[in-house]
């Protein structure tokens, strides 16, 4: 059982170093003070899409405080909140399918992970992302989603984000 224990906590240590894109802290706010520990806090972050050039989401993710918490020990809580928004002439990169992940985050040492799919409503050329989490074990209903109607940049029409679904 300890040698479970190390792994996971070694794990847990090295998975931040692991993720290939880690999304960019705008800030963090305090909910709960803790006098001899961490404060529980909110933190937001912010990703650009990797493959749909000038799009960015940003999202806050709890954050739970005291020791174990600090120690990465603490099942994080499954509330989300997300918003993106299209911040320059919109490309697409490449060709995706609907649902397909565009960021993903541990966020438990075995179980728990917060994930970011995008998707396209051909009909009105809207980029959909949807942010959620989710146990191995049993689903979470928490979620949050954001959509980013693909505009004109100045002159430059933007392109139909139906024409690059697989």
């Known amino acids: 059982m300890r040698l479970l224990t190390t792994l996971g906590v070694l794990l847990a240590l090295c998975a931040p170093a692991l993720a290939e894109d880690d999304p ?36 806050t993710l709890p954050e739970v405080g005291g020791w174990k918490g600090w120690a990465g020990l603490a099942e994080e809580a499954s509330d989300v909140s997300l918003a993106c928004r299209q911040t320059g002439p919109i490309a697409i990169k490449g060709k995706f399918k609907q649902g397909e992940e565009a960021f993903r985050e541990r966020r438990s040492i075995f179980f728990k992970k917060v994930q970011i799919v995008r998707g396209c409503d051909a009909k009105r050329n809207v980029l959909v992302y949807l942010m959620y989490t989710d146990k191995l074990i049993e689903g ?18 933007g392109p139909r984000c139906g024409d690059f679904l697989e």
């Open 140 to 157: 979470s209903p928490k979620n949050s989603t954001s959509a980013v109607p693909i505009m004109p940049w100045g002159t430059q029409e």
């Open 24 to 59: 960019e802290l705008i800030f963090k706010k305090s909910t709960v003070f803790r006098m001899f520990s961490p404060d529980a806090k909110l933190a937001v972050y912010a990703i650009d899409d990797p493959l749909i050039e000038n799009v960015a989401c940003h999202f």
